[in-house]
């Protein structure tokens, strides 16, 4: 059996499709245009490239893009200054503050300074207490992507057993509370877990959300199980460095139903979901139904 491969480089095409759609709509009937603010403090290549296609994609979907980029001696004053002046701006209905940021700024403090109505990557305490007791507004990204993807082959997930591999705040548990509001009967596995292939092979929905490449192998994986792959790590491989998954792609696509590639899997997803999540944060703050595009 070969498993199918979830294009999400596609899924995401579409749904940035029909964000800029409703983006058209809005501005032709309340003259309203979403604004989304990206705040990155320092040099890492990695978020420069992250926030630089974060903006084209903004303007490509028609709303507004703002950006700031500050240098890595930013003080955690001067921070919160920008994301107090980003709070009260009206043009901008989202704001996110690229992470990783440096030592000396408390990254705590800075997230939970964004006003919870703007906090489009969901990291706000509010908007995770939110997600935890089922009534979910602003949702981290990754996480909602990872239901997006699974939804393309079950297009309900009740009633299944979904395995996260992974606790952090940032992907593991909100993947899980997201399953869980879906009503699939979920296991968080982590680094203390005992026997996690026979943990794993119980997964009608397994999601790898670890970091550690290649971890998942085909023997952990019951047949016919959809297979979503959150991890992103480089390897060298014959002198050549590549990206890779925590999931064993090659072995896994044998006794899978269906399987995430890295990359074009999961990754793509994330800069769709922030554009989904600065309509639903623009609907919030007008007080207009929010849309439902995936
Ligand atoms: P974290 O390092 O914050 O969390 C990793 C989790 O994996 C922890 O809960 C840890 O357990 C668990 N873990 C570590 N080792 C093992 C092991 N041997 N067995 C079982 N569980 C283990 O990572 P993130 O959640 O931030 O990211 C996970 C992966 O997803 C990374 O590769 C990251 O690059 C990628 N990622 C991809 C995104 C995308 O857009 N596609 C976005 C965000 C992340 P414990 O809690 O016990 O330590």
New binding site residues.
């Given amino acids: 059996m070969t498993a199918t491969i979830i294009d999400g480089k596609a899924i995401a095409a579409a749904l940035r499709l029909r964000v800029g759609e409703q983006v058209g709509r809005w501005k032709a009937e309340h003259g309203l245009t979403p604004g989304l603010a990206v705040v990155l403090v320092g040099e890492d290549p990695a978020s420069q490239v992250y926030v630089g296609s974060k903006a084209r994609q903004t303007v490509e979907c028609g709303m507004k893009s703002f950006e700031h980029r500050l240098p890595a001696t930013t003080s955690q004053a001067e921070l919160l200054a920008v994301v107090a002046r980003l709070n009260a701006d009206p043009q901008v209905h989202g704001i996110l503050v690229q992470l990783p940021l440096p030592k000396h700024i408390s990254e705590n403090a800075v997230l939970e300074a964004i006003d919870p109505a703007k906090d489009v990557d969901g990291f706000h305490p509010v908007n995770a207490g939110r997600l935890a007791t089922g009534k979910p507004n602003l949702v981290p ?2 996480p909602l ?1 990872c239901i997006a993807l699974a939804k393309t082959v079950h297009p309900r997930l009740d009633g299944l057993d979904a395995v996260v ?8 548990k909100p993947v899980a509370q997201l399953l869980l509001i879906e009503n699939c009967t979920v296991t968080i ?5 005992r026997d ?1 292939p026979a943990i794993c092979r119980r997964a009608d929905i397994l999601v790898a ?4 490449p290649l ?1 998942i192998t085909r023997d952990w994986v019951k047949p016919g199980a959809t297979v979503i792959d ?4 480089r390897i060298d491989a014959s002198g050549k460095s590549r990206l890779v ?2 999931v064993d792609f090659t072995g896994v696509m044998e006794v899978a139903g269906a399987v995430t590639p ?1 990359p074009g ?3 793509p ?2 800069i769709a979901m922030l554009l989904n999540n600065t309509v639903t944060a623009a609907a919030g703050i007008h007080g207009l139904e929010v849309p439902k595009l995936f």
């Fill in positions: 990204c990754t992507g591999v992974g606790r952090s705040n940032i992907v593991g596995a982590h680094s203390r877990s996690l959300a670890v970091g550690r971890m959150v991890g992103i790590n998954g925590d890295v899997g999961v990754g997803m994330t």
